[in-house]
């Protein structure tokens, strides 16, 4: 049976991160997202392309949520409560605990300050985070009988996962938003060798490969410091939780270090609720805070204070970092509104920002923003764009694939242009399909029927022991020569032929392959007997094979025999004889090789 995937959201596109996943006749949503560049119903994903005016609990099997930006899990009280789904949602531990603040403060900014109809109320929100299953990091969770999912850690923010799907012999990896290089407070994305039937990676950063994260810091303090010299202030649009607290510990140990006296302000409410969430979720960050967490918590700072809304009028240098990211609402438009005009001003974009959005506009060389109302604003501040997104680049993405070794990969969350550059990489280097569909396209997956089949216990010490003669060598064949048996419930076993002897008394056939070769030799068969000798052990130079003589006219190699006799047709030509058994194929093989090139 294919596997199908059809992107709702994030197809081509970076935001609304929503997928339909058919595999082994079971359909699961991979995350709910929302787009942060739309006000209109182009925010959230189409869900009448599954099933029209009629609840989705039916129609899905389970829904997954990578992690809790919200163009990820933004749509998922709009699709539980008013769309309607009762079946299960999955999500890890930390992202159960913030997604449903995070969709509360989206909420207030819609509907509270923006007046926005059709929108999800606060109680929808808890109604939807009861749907919620929590999972743990590599705990295989039953869905049913068939389905079942297993979550890997992948870096990017607190409570960031990969999730891999399996029903049967079929599965897939999905890695929704990811990083592969750790960073000051949390760990690189990791997987096991898990071979999927795809890999759906995302592909934000699809033709970028980063310089050192050093020099990123080093541009980005030298920036911030020359700005506040000259009396300007910086404003740095940010997410509550992930980039944050990454440039929080940076901008913490440098005025440490410098004994800076300029204020540093954060949004005020989110720093204490982001601390809190640190000290819960201690596991999920990195090996160095979680060493020095008992002696100093990283996240306690002290030269970074509560910001308030009467500060933004305030004179001289200071650092001010607001939500949200990309400049679409809330408190970092607001400050950038007041302060884009004095060019002693700066704003440091450190994220990717969707098109749409005014962070968006603004790295693109925009200098006049139209706001609400038909308020055109001029952008007088310097504008700069530092990438400490916590997205895997095109390395980072080689990489992945390379750990996990997928048949085929799927490109979302990402720009076309971009992407269709990576899919030629991905071919050139590792060989395999990759797709790349857009919104609304489904992509078929053709999978190979496999059958699954356990190997004895007998089978594997014997290996193991032949194995163990030589010093260990990864670039070694490691070989495995059983018998495949069927039980009675249908399932198979790779079974040791000794000991299947023994046990059911039918006698064990070896399986001899014979081949015969005509060779031109017009000296007589002791003539030829020396060439072969000659030609073998040249073949068989550096193992550790015997070429032994065993006859006037037969030579042996293990299991293989050489055996040579005049040509009753022709006296010109010697009739050669290749025999090797069925273990020793390989060897046989070669052995015969050297002989036809006689």
């Not at 299960?88 to 509907?111: F, Q």
């Not at 400050?335 to 968006?360: L, Q, R, S």
């Not at 040791?496 to 023994?502: F, I, R, T, V």
Request: hydrophobic letters at 40%.
């Amino acid at each position: 049976m294919d596997i199908k995937v059809t992107p709702l959201g994030a197809g081509q596109d970076v935001g609304r991160s929503c997928l339909l996943l058919s595999i082994g006749g079971k359909n699961i949503m991979l995350d709910c997202g929302m787009h942060m560049g739309f006000n209109d119903e182009r925010r959230f994903p189409d869900f009448s392309y599954i099933v029209a005016d009629e609840p989705l609990t039916e129609y899905l099997d389970c829904v997954i949520i990578s992690h809790f930006h919200l163009d990820h899990c933004g749509a998922l009280p709009y699709m539980t409560e008013m769309v309607g789904y009762n079946g299960p949602i999955y999500m890890t531990v930390p992202t159960k605990a913030i997604a449903p603040i995070l969709l509360e403060d989206m909420r207030k900014v819609a509907v509270d300050k923006k007046g926005e109809q059709n929108f999800f109320t606060s109680a929808m929100i808890k109604d939807c985070m009861k749907k919620v299953i929590a999972v743990n990091l590599h705990q295989v969770v039953q869905v049913d009988s068939e389905l079942e999912i297993k979550a890997y850690y992948a870096g990017h923010v607190l409570g960031a996962a990969m999730f891999q799907v399996r029903v049967g012999n079929q599965s897939i990896v999905y890695t929704g938003d990811y990083n592969m290089t750790p960073d000051r407070h949390l760990g690189a994305a990791w997987i096991d060798k898990c071979r999927p039937d795809i890999l759906i990676s995302e592909s934000t950063y699809a033709t970028t490969v980063r310089d050192s994260k050093r020099c990123r810091e080093r541009d980005f303090l030298k920036k911030v410091h020359d700005c506040i010299d000259k009396g300007g202030k910086v404003l740095i649009p940010v997410f509550a939780l992930g980039r944050a607290q990454e440039l929080l510990i940076l901008l913490e140990t440098y005025w440490e270090r410098m004994n800076l006296r300029c204020p540093i302000y954060f949004s005020a409410g989110m720093t204490e609720k982001a601390n809190n969430y640190y000290k819960m979720f201690i596991s999920w960050t990195n090996e160095k805070i979680r060493k020095t967490f008992v002696d100093r918590n990283m996240f306690d700072f002290r030269h970074i204070k509560s910001f308030d809304r009467s500060y933004i009028e305030n004179p001289g240098p200071m650092v001010v970092f607001a939500t949200p990211g990309m400049l679409h609402a809330g408190l970092s438009l607001t400050i950038f509104k007041k302060w884009c005009n004095d060019e002693k001003n700066m704003i440091i974009m450190p994220g990717y920002c969707v098109a749409g959005t005014v962070g968006h506009k603004i790295l693109n060389g925009q200098k006049r923003i139209e706001f609400d109302k038909g308020q055109v604003t001029e952008v007088k501040m310097s504008v700069q764009y530092m990438s400490f997104s916590a997205h895997a680049d095109a390395k980072g993405i080689m990489q992945l694939i390379t750990w996990c070794e997928p048949r085929t990969v799927m490109l979302v969350h990402g720009e076309g242009e971009k992407m269709k550059f990576l899919r030629g990489k991905i071919k050139e280097e590792h060989g395999i399909e990759c797709y790349m569909p857009a919104n609304g396209e489904t992509a078929v997956i053709p999978v190979k029927s496999t059958i699954p089949a356990k190997v004895s216990v007998e089978l594997l010490k014997k290996e193991a022991q032949l194995y163990s003669l030589k010093p260990p060598d990864t670039s070694r064949p490691r070989l495995l020569h059983g018998i495949l048996m069927m039980k009675s419930d249908g399932s198979f076993t790779i079974e040791d032929p000794e000991a299947l002897d023994s046990s059911l008394e039918l006698g064990v056939h070896t399986v001899r392959f014979t081949s015969t070769v005509t060779v031109q030799d017009t000296g007589d068969v002791d003539e030829t007997i020396q060439k072969l000798c000659e030609v073998t052990e040249d073949k068989l130079k550096g193992t550790d094979f015997t070429l032994l003589k065993t006859g006037d006219c037969e030579l042996r190699i293990k299991s293989v025999f050489i055996q040579v006799e005049e040509s009753g047709e022709d006296d010109n030509c010697k009739v050669v004889r290749v025999s090797w058994a069925y273990t020793e194929d390989a060897l046989g093989s070669t052995i015969l090789k050297a002989v036809q090139s006689l």
